[in-house]
């Protein structure tokens, strides 16, 4: 079996998921923080914040991830560009 192997061409990260990326994380932080301090200090007024958070990762999720949907299916912009390069398949068998 001759493979040949090909470098993978490193592709620039989508702005969007960049985002998600960074709202996850920086909803994560509040989460736990919120939770330590309502822990150490039995006070469940940081409570709003954890749901706040938890909401607005949520939403942010759905979000990306119809934005996802739209483009990978029939007609989308990725699944266009993908068919039009023979779905990544240019080695012959």
Known sequence: ???RRRKRRWTKRQF???IVIFLFVNCSIIEIYSMAAMLI???L???STLIGAVVSET???AV???KAMRENTRGGITFEAAQ???FGN???I
């Open 84 to 86: 039009a390069d023979n």
């Open 16 to 18: 969007s998921k960049s």
């Open 90 to 92: 240019n080695d012959p």
């Open 59 to 61: 939403l942010a999720f």
């Open 45 to 47: 007024s940081g409570l």
């Open 41 to 43: 200090e039995h006070d």
């Open 1 to 3: 079996m001759d493979r």
């Open 64 to 66: 990306y991830a119809y």
